[in-house]
């Protein structure tokens, strides 16, 4: 039933008749129960019409993605999870629908995103408090309106959280065809900072490297060609790297590490290849480097810095600068 690429859900809108201002439409959703496989648990059913209070807004959801963190909620093997019965869904874009009598801030047709990280976004009408969404320029493309507040948001924040970075300085991450490794290279490039970038190896590397490279990748390695004692020739005239991002553990958190420069940090975000970090001794006593956990969720954003950081990606993606593919 799903796909672990993540790709855009478009719900099918139910019609709307007659229904008074304080209720919402009918709405459908995916809903399961229990954590289980996916396309076992998972079921479409039909919610009935929601009474508004007075500070609520009814969202007509337009689009919202199924990225691999919402398939481990399902199965139950993701950190943090909803009790059940839930929605699926943690992000994705909406129009306002109707709002309650109190609202000021929101009004019919305005485009708005989650201004928080709440579950139930894969129902076709949402009613949510007005505090829990964000008004964005009707302009933005929906296909990045609906997937700006995770894995985006997510490279913005490790660039500019834990080492302080300047022009001329270099990072290196192991995942760089994600979505969050190819926004990490493009926010880089945008700031002079060069990125140094770890693939997989496939038959048809040659050009993914040069599609990172067009993205404004300094340099692209697969894992096979990492495979040496050092790297140090490997980098030409690029420093070497303060800061290292981690998506996939095991032998491939190592070849970041190999990069590090005395004194290093690695963030790790996630863990593809399901396998533990073995860091060698080496690396602690004599070269200092930091290891650190990252999860978005638990960044607690204050509401400032969340709309400024989601202004500044959107901003970035309407003028062209930021771009993203689901299948790399």
Request: proline letters at 7%.
């Amino acid at each position: 039933m799903f796909s672990r690429h993540s790709y855009l859900v478009v719900p099918t809108q139910t019609s709307v008749v007659n229904f008074p201002a304080t209720m919402s439409p009918p709405s459908t959703a995916v809903v399961y129960d229990q954590h289980g496989p996916p396309d076992t648990i998972t079921r479409v059913t039909k919610i009935p019409p929601v009474e508004m209070n007075e500070n609520e807004v009814c969202v007509k959801m337009l689009a919202a993605p199924i990225n691999p963190a919402d398939i481990n909620r399902i199965e139950g093997v993701y950190p943090v999870l909803p009790p059940t019965p839930t929605i699926g869904g943690w992000e994705g874009v909406g129009e306002i629908h109707s709002v309650g009598s109190a609202v000021m801030a929101f009004s019919p047709g305005d485009l708005v995103i989650h201004a928080a990280y709440l579950s139930g976004t894969w129902q076709t009408y949402v009613v949510e408090d007005q505090s829990l969404w964000y008004k964005i320029d009707k302009n933005t493309p929906i296909e990045y309106a609906a997937t700006i507040s995770v894995n985006p948001l997510s490279a913005l924040r490790m660039l500019e959280d834990f080492v302080a970075l300047k022009s001329g300085d270099t990072i290196v991450q192991n995942g760089a065809t994600s979505i969050v490794g190819q926004c990490v290279i493009q926010l880089a490039r945008i700031r002079g900072i060069h990125s140094i970038n770890i693939i997989r190896d496939k038959p048809e590397s040659d050009k993914i490297k040069e599609k990172l490279i067009k993205l404004g990748a300094n340099k692209v390695f697969t894992e096979s060609e990492l495979e040496v004692k050092g790297v140090k020739n490997l980098l030409g005239d690029i420093p070497k790297p303060s800061l290292g991002l981690n998506c996939i553990g095991g032998n491939a958190a190592n070849m970041v590490v190999k990069f590090l420069k005395q004194g290093g940090t690695m963030i790790t975000y996630g863990g593809m290849s399901k396998k533990p970090i073995t860091i060698s001794t080496p690396y602690f006593i004599f070269k200092d480097i930091s290891l650190k956990g990252y999860l978005l969720q638990e960044k607690n954003l204050d509401e400032a810095q969340y709309r400024c950081s989601i202004d500044h990606l959107l901003a970035l993606v309407r003028a062209g600068i930021l771009q993203y593919e689901y299948n790399f």
